[in-house]
């Protein structure tokens, strides 16, 4: 990420936890592990993405039913 991406992101979580703490009666730390949670998987999520093509591509074929999805 770049500055400039890193500066919105933080932005936007700012305006979410925000969000947060005035449309909720929890605190910050009741509401930070749901938070980090999403984070992670976002996280995972992308990190999935830049090596699907090379996951499918060492999978193995099924002579009759072909590859699983």
Do not use: C
Not at 33 to 49: E, K, S, T
């Amino acid at each position: 990420m770049q500055g400039k991406q890193l500066r919105k992101l933080e932005a936007e979580l700012w305006r979410a936890a925000d969000q947060l703490r005035a449309n909720s009666k929890l605190t910050a730390s009741e509401y930070s592990m749901p938070v980090l949670g999403l984070i992670f998987l976002r996280h995972a999520y992308n990190r999935f993405q830049k090596v699907q093509l090379e996951v499918e591509k060492t999978l193995l074929s099924h002579p009759q039913q072909g590859k699983r999805p």
